[in-house]
């Protein structure tokens, strides 16, 4: 079988790096499978899933201009068991449904004068955060204003020419 996009194709593993493993396409041609086309899932190490010598089936992802030739295993084994099982529909947020399973429309509901004027607890804990913040910023200009004072006393100020 020839090495072109989308082709998957049975290799040996001939090298592991720390950023992917080089497989053997046979007719003297090798690609690389990076680390994040190994597996589904999150993989730390390359040499706890592979080992020189392994067989396995890869997904030609690319082939550039200077030979290189990029490679999958999990894109392989993600077409080969979509060709095996019928393809599930695709999960979809419906509308909400009475009991009778017909779709509805929640009614606008006006809001009374009152309601604003009922303080939840994340008000109050708002309100408690305003206040810390404006205790917070009345401490800040006091130190900035006793520094400035300290600085501006002296000759020059801070960082000032001493002949």
Do not use: C, W
Not at 1 to 29: C, Q, W, Y
Not at 89 to 116: D, L, V, W
Not at 138 to 150: A, G, P, V
């Amino acid at each position: 079988m020839s090495i072109e996009v989308g082709n998957i194709l049975p290799g040996k593993v001939t090298g592991i790096t720390n950023f992917g493993a080089f497989v053997d396409l046979g007719n003297r041609k090798t690609g690389l499978v990076h680390i994040s086309e190994v597996s589904n899932s999150y993989i730390k190490d390359i040499k706890d899933v592979l080992t020189v010598g392994d067989e396995v089936q890869v997904k030609v992802m690319e082939i550039s201009g200077d030979g290189k030739v990029s490679l999958s295993i999990r894109r392989a084994s993600a077409d080969s068991s979509e060709e095996t099982v019928e393809e599930k529909p695709k999960f979809q947020k419906s509308a909400p449904r009475n009991q009778e399973g017909q779709g509805f429309k929640k009614p606008y509901a006006a809001k009374s004068a009152t309601s604003f004027e009922k303080k939840s607890p994340s008000q109050a804990k708002v309100n408690d955060f305003d206040a810390m913040m404006s205790s917070f910023l009345k401490d800040s200009e006091d130190r900035l204003t006793s520094l400035k004072r300290n600085t501006e006393g002296k000759r020059g100020g801070r960082g000032g020419r001493r002949s």
